[in-house]
């Protein structure tokens, strides 16, 4: 008779696959909970004691770690002297492992969980069987998850056994299944320990969902979320309507969503690869929302939206007029949703908006990746510092206040030209700065005229000073810091310009 071994914290469909295993002759092996639950429907079962000859103790911490159950487990059936060693202590095999872990990710994801509770959901004996069993998976059948049943009791119903293939494939799942407990529980106590940068670093992440390409039709892709993600995710996010996300959708997605985090008053942001290509704020989001769209009509199109308040009829009906790919909010009213869902090919996502969010920044490059906090830093403006002879007004401050936080966002090198409510020009990710600055003048047009304007590091020429004084630029907020800065100092008095230092720089690369 063969003999199968079943302890499992989550049971769900366990009676109804033990059964299967009882009617091809398998002999079952259980532990506490779920020894009970399987006695309770009726079915044999031999408790983990009387294979081991050894009481569970130390409140269940030991119950499985003995040679009866390991031995069991990694003998190889095709060599002689295992199976004489294994005969010679009794060891009997078995031939499919059936274990799930103690619940660790569910417990630390708990609000108010203590260290005493994430300790005690480590699991030791579970992590044990699997690996052993499959190391062993020549001869031994491991499952960790309950979506894998209807598979192995499919080909025990066709054949008697389960195929070698399968048992491999089930094998991969097992390490990949406690290289993340073991990640987690790594993570939980790395964090716990404060050390920002171990030694080694252990990520691991969910299969979200695969794509039909990548950033071009020739790249496959698919995402990948964290196990332990906010609310203020997109891997948390609530798709309302629409086709799938792409690749592109998803990075132009997760940038519209950090910059409308920066904000708490209602504000409207659309972005267009990577960069923001408007940003409005109003009393109300559809006020928001048109001053966002007026400050680039263009690039708008086919841009992607998140707003920072809920959807209503009238913010749904001015966004209904333009094509966009999508819309981001913490909720749609009813007519919203009536409004937007009639446009067959907008993505609808409905998300927590959580400014102050902290998270880690994850770069791939060959061979390794960079890993850094990310920039939600955003210091007081108490500590800035008035560089030139003329003081911002009340109103020019407002609005260099609320361009500071657009800047950090765009690419760099980065210009931001606007006021207190909207942006205006906005130049991206060009290798000179005056290069930028031309680029968000030209797209402001007459607007620059009596606008501000943030730049997301120092001027290390006084050009772009000349060329904002020329546009009608009337403040300038940067951090400071070049050799240079008295030039760009100099050149901002000579035409009545005030200039901020923020000592603080926003490098977007």
Not at 90 to 106: A, S
Not at 137 to 162: C, I, K, P, Q, R
Not at 386 to 403: G, I, N, S
Request: aromatic share 6%; with cysteine; proline share 3%.
């Amino acid at each position: 008779m063969k003999r199968a071994l079943i302890s499992v914290s989550d049971k769900t469909g366990i009676v109804d696959f033990a059964r299967e295993l009882v009617s091809h002759q398998f002999e079952l092996i259980s532990t506490g909970g779920t020894k009970k639950v399987l006695l309770e429907a009726g079915l044999p079962v031999v408790g983990i004691e009387e294979v081991t000859a050894f009481p569970e103790m130390l409140d269940g911490r030991v119950k499985t770690l003995h040679p009866a159950i390991h031995g069991g487990l990694l003998f190889r059936r095709d060599l002689s002297e295992h199976k004489a060693q294994a005969a010679e202590h009794g060891i009997k095999p078995i031939d499919l492992v059936c274990v799930n872990l103690y619940p660790f990710q569910e417990t630390i994801a708990r609000q108010g969980v203590t260290l005493e509770e994430a300790i005690e959901n480590i699991d030791i004996g579970g992590p044990s069987m699997l690996r052993s069993a499959a190391k062993n998976y020549a001869a031994v059948t491991v499952l960790v998850d309950s979506a894998d049943y209807e598979t192995v009791l499919a080909e025990l119903n066709e054949a008697g056994e389960t195929k070698r293939e399968t048992r491999e494939k089930l094998a991969a799942k097992v390490f990949r299944h406690t290289a993340q407990y073991d990640a987690l529980i790594a993570g939980y106590l790395t964090e716990l320990s404060g050390e920002a940068f171990p030694e080694k670093l252990t990520l691991t992440y969910n299969l979200q969902s695969e794509m039909r390409y990548g950033e071009n039709p020739h790249q496959q892709a698919a995402f990948y979320a964290e196990p332990l993600a906010g609310t203020a995710s997109l891997a948390r996010a609530k798709q309302l309507h629409g086709k799938a996300l792409s690749y592109n959708n998803i990075r132009d997605a997760d940038a519209a969503l950090k910059i409308v985090s920066e904000f708490e008053q209602p504000v409207a942001v659309a972005v267009k690869h990577m960069n923001p290509c408007g940003v409005g704020t109003g009393d109300s989001v559809e006020e928001a929302f048109q001053k966002a769209f007026e400050a680039d009509e263009t690039s708008i199109f086919g841009g992607i939206i998140a707003l920072n308040r809920e959807v209503n009829r009238e913010a749904a009906l001015k966004m209904s007029e333009i094509f966009l790919e999508i819309v981001i909010a913490p909720s749609f009213t009813k007519e919203a949703l009536e409004i937007l869902t009639k446009k067959k090919n907008i993505r609808l996502l409905e998300l927590e908006i959580s400014s102050g969010a902290r998270y880690h920044d994850v770069t791939s490059v060959r061979g390794g990746l960079l890993i850094q906090d990310s920039d939600t830093f955003l210091e007081e403006s108490e500590s800035y510092e008035v560089m030139t002879d003329r003081v911002p007004t009340d109103e020019e401050l407002k609005a260099l206040l609320f361009q500071w936080k657009i800047v950090k966002h765009v690419k760099s090198n980065a210009i931001v030209v606007g006021n207190a409510e909207m942006t205006f020009g906005i130049g991206a990710g060009q290798m000179n700065r005056i290069g930028a600055a031309e680029i968000a003048f030209h797209q402001a047009g007459e607007k620059a005229n009596g606008a501000v304007l943030a730049s997301d590091a120092f001027f290390p020429m006084n050009d772009t000073v000349e060329a904002a004084s020329r546009a009608g630029i009337r403040a300038i907020i940067q951090p400071g810091g070049s050799i240079k800065d008295q030039d760009s100092i100099d050149m901002a008095n000579k035409h009545g310009l005030a200039m901020i230092k923020t000592k603080v720089r926003h490098f977007k690369h």
